[in-house]
Every structure is written in C-alpha cells, then in structure tokens.
C-alpha cells in the first residue's frame, strides 16, 4: 500500500489541530518544570504546519519536509522548535527528490532517519523526561512489515504509555533539571506533545 498527499495532509492537519487544542494543557504540564510556554510553542509548529500543507501539492514530499523543518527552526525560544525541527528534517532525508507516495518500509526509513538526527542533536535518552522518552522507543517499535493502519495505531500505544511513564521521572535535562521535586508525578510536556503528535497521525489516517 501507498499513501500519497492527499493522505498525508488529511493526517498532518488533524495533528495540528490536535496540538493546537492543547495548548494550555500543554503550557500547564510546562509550568510545573519550566517557564510555561510550550503550548504556545506547539501552537506555533502547529501553524506552520498548516501553512505549509497550503503549498503541498506544488512540492515534492521530500521538499515539503525540508521546508517544514526549516521553517519550524526558524521558531525563537525555546527547545522545541529546534527539535521538532530536526525531526520533520530527518523525515525528508530517505525520500527521493520527486518522491510524491510512500509505502510502509519508506515510512520505516523515515522515522529512522528522524531518530537518527535527533540522537544527534539531543544528548537525551529514554528516562531522561524529555520527548526522547517518546521518539525513541516508538521508532524503535516501528513494524515496517505491518499495514499503515497498524503501524499507526502501535506508534500512537507506544507513544502514550511512554509519555504516561515519565510521571515517576526525574528531570535530568533541559528546563526542569533543577527542580526534580515539582516534576515528580507530572507527564513532561514535550513527551506529552510528541505523543499527541502520533496520536493525531493515527486518529487522521
């Protein structure tokens, strides 16, 4: 099988509308281990998102990736920015210049790919209490030899009870390093957002 722009724009506005819609949650879960502004960041890949699913069908796949995570880099403040960018960059790496579908094994390489960038800008791992809690294991999980649907639905489990285990983490990263005693029992936001990401992937498919 084979999904094509149409499919995938249906899939990634959803997503940005589902990140869109949570983000005060989002900065709520921020408050409790930073400055409280990661909803407004979401929201704001969530635009540009959008803005860019405007220009699809004039753009290899391969191009509207690249662009998007340019785009989201661009982003001032924050750690989010820069890592979401990097991952929808990594997205674009495996796809060839006027690559317009894909099938299950390209999306494997995708996500690989993405992981692989990311591990390079991020010094975080799996119990860290950062997005890398997500991303990680829900790539590595992948099961590029499953039908779209399937793979979609093991992401959005993987992610979800991922993003739930780092309530009983510590903060050893990023924003909330210092303050381990206010983040114990809460989600990190930026687990929290990666998971709604593939949340939406699936729910949109």
């Not at 724009?9 to 409790?32: G, I, P, Q, V």
């Not at 860019?52 to 750690?79: P, Q």
């Not at 990097?86 to 894909?102: H, K, R, S, T, W």
């Not at 829900?138 to 590029?144: C, N, R």
Request: hydrophobic fraction near 35%; glycine fraction near 10%.
């Amino acid at each position: 099988m084979e999904i094509g722009k149409n499919t995938l724009k249906n899939m990634l506005e959803y997503t940005a509308n589902l990140l869109t819609e949570s983000r005060s949650y989002l900065s709520y879960l921020d408050s409790k281990v930073g400055d409280g502004d990661h909803g407004e960041a979401i929201a704001e890949i969530a635009y540009l998102i959008n803005e860019e699913l405007e220009r699809i069908e004039d753009k290899s796949l391969k191009d509207f990736f690249h662009d998007l995570g340019w785009r989201v880099l661009s982003i001032k403040g924050g750690v989010a920015a820069p890592l979401w960018g990097v991952m929808f960059q990594g997205l674009a790496e495996p796809l060839d210049e006027d690559e317009n579908e894909i099938d299950e094994k390209k999306l494997g390489e995708m996500f690989t790919s993405s992981l692989e960038c990311l591990k390079e800008a991020s010094q975080a791992r799996v119990g860290d209490k950062t997005l890398m809690d997500v991303f990680i294991p829900v790539v590595e999980s992948l099961d590029a030899e499953s039908e779209f649907y399937e793979i979609f639905r093991g992401m959005k489990e993987e992610a979800f009870k991922r993003a739930e285990r780092t309530k009983s983490m510590e903060c050893s990263r990023g924003k909330g390093r210092d303050k381990w005693g206010r983040a114990m029992g809460t989600r990190d936001p930026g687990a929290v957002s990666l998971s709604l990401f593939f949340r939406g992937l699936y729910e949109g498919f």
